[in-house]
């Protein structure tokens, strides 16, 4: 598409965004988590309401990851600037998993300590979703300004990029708890690693090489 064309597809969507306050986002990713718990003790969750609303939260927990790594590599190649919401999309990212392994450890596991203890160890895919639990934890206590001045801009930022492997190990986990292929999982992780992908930048050595070869 001509940028000419796509400034006037883009430059409207940048205007209604920068008239949008954040605290809309936390309103708007906040209203589904009631209606699902709704759904799952009225019977609209099907004959397991506990593992398909486990499922629901880990699945918005992708979304809100994918949607995130999405707001750089939008900017870059269609000039479309959201990342005034970057922050509060992962902040609710975060808050997804946490209602997501709530439900495992209360409502699924029942509180049997020992058990997810030894299910931790000895089940990889429980392993690698608590690992990307863990890894998100540092990420949402710096969401705030504080944060990024008393760690410094370029700190805060390396930090941050701990978003990758998280959201890698996210789908991972996805994809290993179905115990099947299933082509959702992976469409999850081809996203992921996609974007990932457009945020790859060569570096000038290995460019000269190429240039030179």
Known sequence: MPMSALS?????????????PTWLVYILYSLPIPYLFWL?????????????LEREMGEIT???LIIGLAITPARKYLGLNLLKFRRAIGVMAFFYVVV????????????????????????????????????M??????????????????SWRKMHKLVYPIA?????????????????????????????AL???????????SANG
Not at 139 to 148: D, H, K, M, Q, Y
């Open 199 to 209: 945020r790859y930048k060569p570096s000038q050595k290995a460019s000269g090489v």
């Open 100 to 135: 997501h392994l709530g439900i495992w450890v209360l409502l699924d596991m029942n509180l049997r300590w020992g058990q997810m203890w030894a299910d931790i160890w000895k089940r990889p895919y429980i392993t690698i979703g608590m690992a990307a639990f863990l890894g």
């Open 8 to 20: 006037k597809f883009v430059d409207p969507i940048n205007s209604f965004a920068r008239k949008v």
């Open 168 to 196: 890698v190990l996210g789908a991972v986990h996805f994809i290993m708890v179905q115990k099947v292929w299933e082509v959702e999982p992976l469409l999850y992780l081809t996203v992921i690693l996609g974007l990932l």
């Open 40 to 52: 799952a003790q009225t019977g609209g969750m099907g004959v397991e309401p506990i593992n398909a």
């Open 137 to 154: 934890i540092p990420l949402a206590v710096t969401s705030n300004n504080w944060s990024v001045r008393k760690l410094g801009a370029a």
């Open 62 to 64: 992708l979304q809100l």
